[in-house]
T-cell receptor
Framework: KNEVEQSPQNLTAQEGEFITINCSYS?????LHWLQQHPGGGIVSLFM???GKKKHGRLIATINIQEKHSSLHITASHPRDSAVYIC????????????FGKGTHLIIQP | ETGVTQTPRHLVMGMTNKKSLKCEQH?????MYWYKQSAKKPLELMFV???????ENNSVPSRFSPECPNSSHLFLHLHTLQPEDSALYLC????????????FGSGTRLTVV
C-alpha cells in the first residue's frame, strides 16, 4: 500500500508570500494529482503530473519520480487561495482508486 | 459545477433509515468511484466501477451498497448506518483508456443520528 505524506499539515502565511507544499510517497506511481478542497467539501483537480513540471496561473507543480516527491508552489499568494491542498497518487493500470495524503490546510491572511 | 453532480448535498438520517446517494456525470467517462472523507482522516476509496462493472470494494461494510446502472450514474444505497458513518461522501469519474485524470463531485455531507 502506498503511504502518502504531506507537509506541512497547516500553513498560515501573509498575502503575497511564496507558498510550498510537499508530498512524498513510498511506492512507484504512474501519476500524481494535486487537488484543492474549499470549505463545503467540493474538490477541484489542479494538476495531474507524471513527470517534470506544470504551471497554471500562479500555481506550479513539480514531480521527481526517482525521489518519489512532488511539490506544489503558489506564487503571489492571495486570501482566495485559502483551502486544503491534497496530494493523491495513482498507481496506474486503469480504473484504480487514488491514495490520498491527509492534506495541507493553507490560510492566507490579508 | 464540475461535470459530476451529486445529490443530495446534505443528508441527515436515523440509524434505521434507508436512503440513497446519487452521482451523475455526462463527461463521457467510463469509470466512477465512491470515496469517503471522515473528519481528520484522508479520503478513502470505497468502490470502483469500470464500464459499469464493480472492480474494487475496499472492505466496505455491507450497510453500504453501490449500484451502477450505466456509465453515467452511480448510486450508494445506505441502510442501518452507524453514527461513525457520518462523513462527506464524494463521487468521482475518470476516463480509463486513456487515463487523463479525475473529476470530483461536490459531495454529500451525511449525518447519522
Amino acid at each position: 500500500k502506498n503511504e502518502v505524506e504531506q507537509s506541512p499539515q497547516n500553513l498560515t502565511a501573509q498575502e503575497g508570500e511564496f507558498i510550498t507544499i510537499n508530498c512524498s510517497y513510498s511506492v512507484g506511481i504512474s501519476a500524481l494529482h494535486w487537488l484543492q478542497q474549499h470549505p463545503g467539501g467540493g474538490i477541484v483537480s489542479l494538476f495531474m503530473l507524471s513527470s517534470g513540471k506544470k504551471k497554471h496561473g500562479r500555481l506550479i507543480a513539480t514531480i521527481n519520480i526517482q525521489e518519489k516527491h512532488s511539490s506544489l508552489h503558489i506564487t503571489a499568494s492571495h486570501p482566495r487561495d485559502s483551502a486544503v491542498y491534497i496530494c493523491a497518487v495513482w498507481p496506474g493500470g486503469g480504473a484504480d482508486g487514488l491514495t490520498f495524503g491527509k492534506g495541507t490546510h493553507l490560510i492566507i491572511q490579508p | 459545477e464540475t461535470g459530476v453532480t451529486q445529490t443530495p448535498r446534505h443528508l441527515v438520517m436515523g440509524m434505521t433509515n434507508k436512503k440513497s446517494l446519487k452521482c451523475e456525470q455526462h463527461l463521457g467517462h467510463n469509470a466512477m468511484y465512491w470515496y469517503k472523507q471522515s473528519a481528520k482522516k484522508p479520503l478513502e476509496l470505497m468502490f470502483v466501477y469500470n464500464f459499469k462493472e464493480q472492480t474494487e470494494n475496499n472492505s466496505v461494510p455491507s450497510r453500504f451498497s453501490p449500484e451502477c446502472p450505466n456509465s453515467s450514474h452511480l448510486f450508494l444505497h445506505l441502510h442501518t448506518l452507524q453514527p461513525e458513518d457520518s462523513a462527506l461522501y464524494l463521487c468521482a469519474s475518470s476516463q480509463v483508456t486513456p487515463f487523463y485524470g479525475y473529476t470530483f463531485g461536490s459531495g454529500t455531507r451525511l449525518t447519522v443520528v
